[in-house]
């Protein structure tokens, strides 16, 4: 770890910080890459925020481009505002993907379904970038 010494503060002193990454969702039926998650890294939360209206039922999922619903399992996201999100009930998942994607990064894919012609939403990933082990800190 490093200190700069003239401020009295040490890179083990620093807490892991949550970042997020934000991508627009269009009205056609189809998967779009919404993030990339460094390795390492832990999801703290799927957020989707409706813009406009769905002129049709739509539903969305997210997972990692292999898995549809790896993350998100299938929620409907049709009308106008914050959309609850619940993780994938596999205990497998949870204590693994959730909590460490891994020893590299993972590409985060939201796919939706549905006939709607109109609408729009914004998906937000957040995350805890920590090293490429998991692990949460400088090691001294």
């Keep these: 770890y490093q200190c700069d010494w003239s401020s009295d503060v040490c890179s083990s002193d620093l807490g892991n910080v949550v970042l997020s990454q934000t991508t627009a969702i269009p009205a056609a039926a189809g998967a779009t890459t919404v993030a990339v998650i460094p390795a390492g890294s832990q999801i703290v939360d799927?957020?989707?925020?409706t813009t406009t209206v769905f002129n049709a039922a739509?539903?969305?999922?997210?997972?990692?481009?292999?898995?549809?619903?790896?993350?998100?399992?299938?929620?409907?996201?049709?009308?106008?505002?914050?959309?609850?999100?619940?993780?994938?009930?596999?205990?497998?998942?949870?204590?693994?993907?959730?909590?460490?994607?891994?020893?590299?990064?993972?590409?985060?894919?939201?796919?939706?379904?549905?006939?709607?012609?109109?609408?729009?939403?914004?998906?937000?990933?957040?995350?805890?970038?920590?090293?490429?082990?998991?692990s949460e800190g400088p090691t001294p």
């Design 46 to 49: 799927i957020q989707v925020n």
């Design 58 to 134: 739509t539903t969305l999922q997210v997972g990692d481009g292999t898995t549809t619903a790896k993350f998100v399992t299938s929620t409907t996201i049709t009308s106008v505002g914050n959309i609850t999100t619940a993780f994938a009930a596999s205990p497998t998942l949870v204590s693994t993907a959730i909590a460490n994607i891994g020893t590299s990064d993972v590409k985060l894919v939201a796919t939706t379904s549905g006939s709607a012609a109109t609408g729009a939403a914004v998906i937000t990933v957040l995350y805890i970038q920590k090293n490429n082990d998991g």
